[in-house]
């Protein structure tokens, strides 16, 4: 079983940055991948971005250059920096580990205003 808890969304304006955060309840040293994905209104959940145990990185086109996704195996935690934010960006986010199964965090609301 594996608990994650994210932090760090708010309101902000265009152009501005946000950092996400996501401590998880276990070790996430062998934990395949940790990722991050968001879900707008209306819309299905999309993958933002995901690093796996070895440290490669993957991203949507939408925030390539803009998003950068880290872990903190010592800490179990996972982060989102986030740069350059658009309205399009807004979205509950959520954290993710794949271990067996995908384990979900409750999410966090980012809004970017214009």
């Known amino acids: 079983q594996v608990q994650l808890v994210e932090s760090g969304g708010g309101l902000v304006q265009a152009g501005g940055s946000l950092r996400l955060s996501c401590a998880a309840s276990?070790?996430?040293?062998?934990?395949?991948?940790m990722g991050w994905y968001r879900q707008a209104p209306g819309k299905q959940r999309e993958l933002v971005a995901i690093?796996?145990?070895?440290?490669?990185?993957n991203y949507a086109d939408s925030v390539k250059g803009r998003f950068t996704i880290s872990r903190d195996n010592a800490k179990n935690m996972v982060y989102l920096q986030m740069n350059s934010l658009k309205p399009e960006d807004t979205a509950v986010y959520y954290c993710?580990?794949?271990?067996?199964?995908?384990?979900w965090g409750q999410g966090t609301q980012v809004t970017v205003s214009s």
């Open positions: 276990v070790s996430i040293f062998s934990i395949a991948a």
């Open positions: 690093i796996s145990s070895a440290g490669t990185e």
């Open positions: 993710s580990a794949a271990r067996g199964r995908n384990y």
